[in-house]
């Protein structure tokens, strides 16, 4: 059974504390200004709203309407451009491209083979120089590795190391 983060969400606002430290390290010196940003599995948004105080677009997937309904009411309380879908990845494509999509610690709550089918719809979605920041367990990332493997041409790696795994199209 997997854990219920919608029944986290409804008893504990900003649950899961402050956004990830890679991901703000890469914002830092990411220097492209007000991009499209996907944060997928975005939960209650802890990266999606730093990402959008910084002046990007954010599009927020999850399968929690509590986290999305929290999320949306946090960026109408700053004016921040943040839209919220409630989705299930299983079915989820998107429908615009993004510069960068983020997954916080989302794929590992997928089955193995699902995890990678996702990753594999979302890829054409990302945009020339696009970059895709991947947190998750250690052990999921050799696999996860693969799927960019088969398109080698496509992606290098920006960050590889313990539960992180960052790649840019180029
Ligand atoms: C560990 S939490 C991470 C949340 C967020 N990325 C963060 O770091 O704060 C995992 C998130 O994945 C979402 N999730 C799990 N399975 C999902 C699915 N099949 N489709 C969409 N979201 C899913 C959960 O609702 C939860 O918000």
Redesign the pocket.
Known sequence: M??D??AL?QEQRHA?GEP?KAFVDFFKKYDQSSVQVL?????????ALFIARLGHHVTG????PT?IEQLLADAENENLAISGVV????D?SPDATFDVV?????LH??DAEPRLDVLRRILPAVKPDGCVLI?DEKSNLPAIHEVFAEDDALWTSIKDARSFLFMQKV
């Open positions: 997997p854990y983060y919608d969400y899961l990830t944060d997928l599995g975005c939960g209650q948004g802890r990266d997937v999850d399968v929690s986290g989705a299930d990845l299983h989820y983020v997954i916080d610690r989302t709550m997928l947190a």
